[in-house]
Every structure is written in C-alpha cells, then in structure tokens.
C-alpha cells in the first residue's frame, strides 16, 4: 500500500532564505508526482507536476525533483518571500490503476517566512 | 484560467441530515474526484468518476454517499445521512484525461460542519 510522508512536518525560515522540502513515498511504481500549496482554510493549488520518466520540472523559483528509484522527491524554493507561507503537500498517483488516477497524500509541510 | 468551482463554501447541518456538495469542474474535463480532508489529517481520495460511472470508491465511500453528474457541467457528492464524523472540507478535482503530463485541478473547498 502506497504511503507518503512528508519532512519536516514544520519549517520557519527568515526571509530571503533557500530551502528544501521533502517528500518520499514507499512504493516506486507512480504515475507522477504532483506538488500543492493549501493556505491556511483554503483549497489546493498545483504548483508542479513531475511524470514518473522525468528527474524535475522548475517553474519560477520552484524546482521539483524526483528520484523514482530511492522514493524521493523534493521541492526547492529559492529566496524566499513572506508570501510563500503555506502548507506545502505531496501526493502521487499509481501506475497500475487503468482509469482511476487517485492522488495519494502526504501530510504536509508547514512553511513561515518571516520578514 | 478556467477553475473548479464549489458551492457551498461553507454548509452547516444537523446530523442525520442530507446535504448535497457542487462542483462545476473545467468544461473540457472528462475525469472528477472527491477528495476529503477532516481537520488535521492527510487528504483523502474518496471516488472517482468516468463516462458516467464510478472508476473507483474508497472504504470511506460507503452506502451513505453517492455521486451525479446530472448534466453537462455540475458533479455532485450526497451524504445521504451525516454523522458527526463526515465533518470535513470537501474537494472536487477534475483532469482533461489520464495522460501523466495532466494535474488535478481543485476547486476551493466546502467546509462541512454536522452539529
């Protein structure tokens, strides 16, 4: 059974700083990999999707990567701003599921930017 | 850019009630999910739907939920009788197809709350 887990589970960082978050998932056969951000109350905005033959996808100062093999994906974000304070989710979806792509998720890092 | 729309944001009802979610998924879109997330938890994949019928449905989705698509544009989650454990937000998510390029796309949630 698929799970994903997310690392840390809080971070608070000062503004301008480079920072990584982590996602790993125990079973290497997904379909892709997609990052959100949920503000607090809100719903899910897709950041970045990352297909299972690829290593990262960037957009602005977000970079995915992923690393099938060993479970793993991160999410870069540089410089960053007040702004980007979220809750940052993972979820992936399997290979072998004919026409359900179901999302399976993680639970999240919580991101603060302080000024 | 086109979006996934939910109404209501916000529903509040008695248990034993019947309370019925909207979802207006992006029009071109062929595949709709519901998702859940109880406060604090992991979201949640609940059912998926294609070509009129359920793909697939969670433990979650028992006797108590069904799922319309009554017309060409609304999706619709029913909770036949609410219990206090349903109290959650609610996601609808919709993708164009199945291609591993393509993202869900969410719309911004209904909190339900039973009392």
């Given at each position: 059974?698929?799970?994903?887990?997310?690392?840390?589970?809080?971070?608070?960082?000062?503004?301008?700083e480079?920072?990584?978050?982590?996602?790993?998932?125990?079973?290497?056969?997904i379909?892709?990999?997609?990052?959100?951000?949920?503000?607090?109350?809100?719903?899910?905005?897709?950041?970045?999707?990352?297909?299972?033959?690829?290593?990262?996808?960037?957009s602005?100062?977000?970079?995915?990567?992923?690393?099938?093999?060993?479970?793993?994906?991160?999410?870069y974000?540089?410089?960053s701003?007040?702004?980007?304070?979220?809750t940052?989710?993972?979820?992936?979806?399997?290979?072998?599921?004919?026409n359900?792509?179901?999302?399976?998720w993680?639970?999240?890092?919580?991101?603060?930017?302080?000024? | 850019?086109?979006?996934?729309?939910?109404t209501?944001?916000?529903q509040?009802?008695?248990?034993g009630?019947?309370?019925?979610?909207?979802?207006?998924?992006?029009?071109?879109?062929?595949?709709?999910y519901?998702y859940?997330?109880?406060?604090?938890?992991?979201?949640?994949f609940?059912?998926?739907?294609?070509?009129?019928?359920?793909?697939?449905?969670?433990?979650?989705?028992?006797?108590?939920?069904?799922?319309?698509?009554?017309?060409?544009?609304?999706?619709?989650l029913?909770?036949?009788?609410?219990?206090?454990?349903?109290?959650?937000?609610?996601?609808?998510?919709s993708?164009?197809?199945?291609?591993?390029?393509?993202?869900?796309?969410?719309?911004?949630?209904?909190?339900?709350?039973?009392?």
């Amino acid at each position: 059974k698929q799970e994903v887990t997310q690392i840390p589970a809080a971070l608070s960082v000062p503004e301008g700083e480079n920072l990584v978050l982590n996602c790993s998932f125990t079973d290497s056969a997904i379909y892709n990999l997609q990052w959100f951000r949920q503000d607090p109350g809100k719903g899910l905005t897709s950041l970045l999707l990352i297909q299972s033959s690829q290593r990262e996808q960037t957009s602005g100062r977000l970079n995915a990567s992923l690393d099938k093999s060993s479970g793993r994906s991160t999410l870069y974000i540089a410089a960053s701003q007040p702004g980007d304070s979220a809750t940052y989710l993972c979820a992936v979806s399997l290979l072998h599921a004919g026409n359900n792509r179901k999302l399976i998720w993680g639970l999240g890092t919580s991101l603060a930017v302080n000024p | 850019e086109p979006e996934v729309t939910q109404t209501p944001s916000h529903q509040v009802t008695q248990m034993g009630q019947e309370v019925i979610l909207r979802c207006v998924p992006i029009s071109n879109h062929l595949y709709f999910y519901w998702y859940r997330q109880i406060l604090g938890q992991k979201v949640e994949f609940l059912v998926s739907f294609y070509n009129n019928e359920i793909s697939e449905k969670s433990e979650i989705f028992d006797d108590q939920f069904s799922v319309e698509r009554p017309d060409g544009s609304n999706f619709t989650l029913k909770i036949r009788s609410t219990k206090l454990e349903d109290s959650a937000m609610y996601f609808c998510a919709s993708s164009e197809s199945h291609g591993s390029n393509q993202p869900q796309h969410f719309g911004d949630g209904t909190r339900l709350s039973i009392l």
